[in-house]
């Protein structure tokens, strides 16, 4: 979809932006319905910005802004048509009809655990969630998921101990928890995902040598002499360091 | 999708392509780098810093007669949200060894820190836990860790980058502390990206001399983030997480130390008392004040909290004139304007390129120095692209990168990048994206020491708020860095600290004294700080809203 009129939702314009052509044709409105009440809105507007247009300060529910936080898990129907779609607020566009509503929080169990003491196999997944093992494969987590991610492939993974699978398959999750608030066998997927990858970074991610290198020469205070020459040199003197040096 | 009139463009860029490809595959750069001079004369001609408007003297407070950036000003020369008579501070209604402001990198880093040196923590944070701009980078973390690298070398980039005006007590201890902590991270569980030997998979950002970004794809903050913030909440015997709950003022003893702070429970609408024995500031920056009317890269809650507070105590602010503006924010679509475009698609190759296909500076100048290029190119020389709107924007070629590296390389290193322009049927692998300068973060901030310290004793400052490790300019990779490094240092010595103070009688009377000097000075206003929410309502709504006393920004 292309956006053709801005959006006035900024308090300021800017300053350093040309003006817009004198001709630019009026707002295109549609109405959406936030939680159950009728609303004109620009209709290339994003759900988040529709709420503010329509006079919402919203606590709950905006975080980034940008689709990383999860934040803005939201959920709408369409006219005429029965099924529950999923969204963040933030990034997805309002359509004619839509009613919606955000969640401004998703009620979760975070289990309490020391990651020193867990071994990166299936058994943390049993001793922490061991409801995953209710997944009935149904794949609405997976609809549900704004990043449209593979969550039942992940969880799958979590049941046969696959940890490096679960990473690479939720590595891109923001923890909205819309795939949780979907989830017939009460899964939360997300927290699932996000041991996987701890597990994974800890444990099971070849280690560095150069890094160790590194640390060693760090404590063996290495560098302290250059750096108090550098921290006594003057302005010129740096400039000149500075400018000369090689690049990579 | 690009609108029609764009065509022409385009295709201009795809015809240049091959032969910028040949340029950067022959090992040299692409475009001459600035020279000191070339780079003043476009920071002083274009830079929105540099503009007459952009600073203005501070009448009251610490820094009274310096010249700051003016949206700051105003916001220092402000009321406070409460009256210090009605705050009964004989029964605090919580006591805790440390006070941490904000649920960030940092203010998580710090807790972790104070727990492991023995003192318990409350975090309060206006938003939810980890609402914040570390939730948000992107490209990555620098840490000199190659054999070819030093932290010495990284030292040197880091000046050279904010001018030289960096504090270098505080830069020593950024280089020299960040290998450990890709260490700490790691053994934290962040999924770092390697080379299949196991070494660390690092590329250029702007301003740097060595490849030493790490990264996590291109959701390198989320990762960290999320790492850090499981793991404070795997501790709550320790750490107290009050979620929407900022601290609005902070609580001194008789003898001038900070003793915690007054929170505001945004819900409820009630304030709390809360005695600590050191307090740690980690409130972030102030994108969402959009200087000088730009979009910015910011979260929500970026409305620099802790300087006010801070500042009415009276911290000494450092660099206060600097902002940095990033410059590849989303010019187009119009519903994605200023979001991040993240500067490792230039550390990977990617170049910007005019509306006639050229590349017209080197495309990892420092921050501000590529920033006003950008904005040179647009404004002067009008070689930019025009949106529908009127924003004006330069081609950011990504479709470059696949070239180079190969396909299938975006969607696996920058699936974040790739996802948000799809929404909008622009595939960024064959097509480049439409990029202008968006505010992205505050380059100064509360003055400190490389043991977080400020001028006010048991009041300590990590991450975006505190200023001088950046000096005038921060390079990119620099504040995941930053808020690792000194959120460690901040927990770690405000617990040590916290062992052996024993405070005296609480008072705010600050905030009355503050309020004093501000009639003094003659500055009548009804603005109310912190700001805590930026508004978005439209002009028809705010019309209508008729209550007739505000809360600030709370209706």
Redesign the interface.
């Known amino acids: 979809m292309m956006a053709k009129k801005k959006v006035a939702l900024k308090k300021k314009a800017r300053p350093e932006k040309a003006k817009p052509e004198p001709s630019e044709p009026p707002k295109k409105m549609t109405t959406v319905f936030i939680m159950g009440k009728a609303h004109q809105v620009p209709d290339d507007a994003t759900i988040m910005g529709a709420i503010e247009y329509a006079g919402y300060q919203i606590k709950r529910g905006a975080g980034c802004r940008e689709g990383f936080c999860g934040a803005c898990a939201t959920v709408y129907r369409m006219p005429g048509d029965y099924k529950i779609y999923t969204g963040l607020a933030c990034t997805t566009l309002v359509q004619e009809g839509m009613w919606l509503s955000q969640l401004p929080v998703i009620p979760a169990q975070k289990p309490i655990y020391e990651i020193e003491k867990l071994e990166p196999n299936v058994t943390a997944f049993q001793k922490l969630y061991p409801e995953i093992f209710r997944c009935v494969a149904c794949n609405t987590c997976t609809k549900a998921c704004p990043q449209s991610l593979e969550v039942m492939d992940y969880i799958q993974a979590a049941i046969r101990g696959d940890i490096e699978k679960v990473m690479d398959l939720s590595f891109d999750c923001l923890c909205c928890g819309l795939c949780a608030i979907r989830c017939p066998a009460e899964i939360v997927h997300y927290n699932v995902g996000l041991l996987a990858k701890r597990l994974y970074g800890r444990y099971l991610s070849k280690k560095s040598p150069e890094l160790e290198e590194r640390l060693r020469e760090v404590k063996a205070k290495k560098f302290d002499k250059e750096y108090a020459k550098l921290m006594k040199m003057k302005k010129d003197e740096l400039e000149k360091l500075y400018y000369a040096r090689d690049t990579e | 999708?690009y609108?029609e009139y764009m065509r022409e463009s385009l295709t201009l860029v795809e015809k240049t392509r091959p032969k910028r490809l040949e340029l950067e595959k022959s090992g040299k750069?692409v475009f001459r780098p600035m020279?000191?001079q070339e780079r003043e004369d476009v920071l002083n001609r274009f830079h929105?810093d540099y503009q007459p408007e952009a600073r203005r003297i501070i009448r009251v407070g610490p820094n009274k007669g310096e010249s700051i950036t003016t949206e700051v000003a105003d916001m220092l020369e402000s009321h406070s949200r409460i009256k210090p008579e009605l705050i009964d501070l004989s029964k605090p209604d919580y006591e805790t060894d440390i006070l941490i402001i904000g649920g960030g990198g940092a203010g998580c880093a710090a807790a972790i820190l104070a727990m492991q040196n023995g003192a318990k923590s409350i975090i309060s944070t206006k938003?939810?836990l980890?609402?914040a701009n570390s939730?948000?980078s992107q490209g990555g973390m620098q840490a000199?860790?190659?054999?070819?690298d030093?932290?010495?070398?990284h030292?040197?980039?880091a000046?050279?980058g904010g001018h030289?005006d960096n504090k270098?007590?505080l830069v020593?201890a950024l280089t020299?502390d960040g290998?450990?902590v890709?260490?700490w991270?790691?053994?934290?569980?962040?999924?770092?990206d390697?080379n299949?030997?196991?070494?660390?998979y690092v590329l250029?950002g702007g301003g740097t001399?060595?490849?030493r970004m790490h990264s996590?794809?291109d959701?390198t903050?989320?990762?960290i983030m999320?790492?850090l913030m499981?793991?404070v909440?795997?501790?709550?015997d320790k750490v107290t997480i009050l979620e929407?709950m900022p601290t609005i003022e902070l609580i001194l003893d008789s003898r001038g130390r900070c003793a915690g702070g007054i929170l505001y429970n945004?819900?409820t609408e009630e304030y709390f008392a809360v005695k600590a024995k050191a307090t740690i500031i980690a409130t972030g920056g102030y994108g969402r004040l959009?200087i000088?009317?730009?979009?910015t890269?910011n979260?929500?809650?970026a409305t620099g909290d802790g300087l006010v507070i801070a500042y009415r105590a009276g911290a000494n602010l450092l660099y206060m004139d600097s902002v940095q503006y990033h410059p590849t924010g989303a010019v187009?679509?119009?519903?994605?304007a200023g979001?991040?475009i993240t500067e490792k698609i230039r550390g990977a190759g990617g170049q910007p390129i005019n509306k006639f296909g050229e590349l017209f500076v080197f495309p990892r100048e420092p921050r501000d120095v590529e920033s006003a290029a950008l904005?040179r190119e647009c404004?002067e020389r009008k070689n930019g692209i025009?949106?529908?709107?009127?924003?004006?924007g330069v081609w950011l070629d990504s479709p470059l990168i696949e070239t180079i590296e190969g396909s299938g390389y975006l969607e696996k290193n920058f699936?974040?990048m790739v996802?948000?322009f799809i929404?909008?049927?622009i595939d960024i692998t064959k097509e480049p994206m439409l990029v202008y300068p968006s505010l992205h973060y505050q380059n100064g901030g509360i003055e400190t020491n490389d043991r977080c310290e400020t001028n006010i004793p048991g009041l300590y400052v990590a991450g975006e708020a505190s200023g001088g490790v950046h000096g005038r300019n921060r390079l990119m990779g620099n504040s995941v860095l930053d808020y690792n490094v000194f959120g460690r240092r901040a927990g770690k010595y405000a617990a040590q600290y916290a062992k052996s103070v024993s405070l005296s009688k609480l008072t705010v009377d600050h905030v009355a004294d503050y309020e004093d000097e501000l009639k003094k000075a003659r500055i009548k206003t009804d603005r109310v700080a912190p700001v805590l929410?930026?508004?978005?309502?439209?002009?028809e709504?705010r019309k209508r809203?008729l209550t007739a006393h505000y809360e600030g920004?709370?209706?």
């Open positions: 999708m609108p750069p020279t000191a929105p938003l939810r980890g609402d939730m948000m000199a860790v190659k054999p070819q030093s932290p010495t070398r030292y040197l980039d000046l050279g030289f270098p007590d020593r020299e290998p450990e890709v260490k991270l790691e053994e934290l569980g962040v999924v770092w390697k299949p030997d196991g070494s660390m250029h001399s060595r490849k996590c794809r959701y903050g989320a990762v999320r790492t499981d793991e909440r795997n501790h709550p929407f945004m819900e959009h000088r009317g730009f979009d890269t979260h929500y809650g187009f679509p119009e519903q994605i979001f991040l904005i404004l025009q949106t529908p709107s009127g924003r004006w699936p974040a996802r948000q929404r909008y049927n929410l930026p508004f978005y309502t439209p002009e709504v809203q920004t709370l209706r």
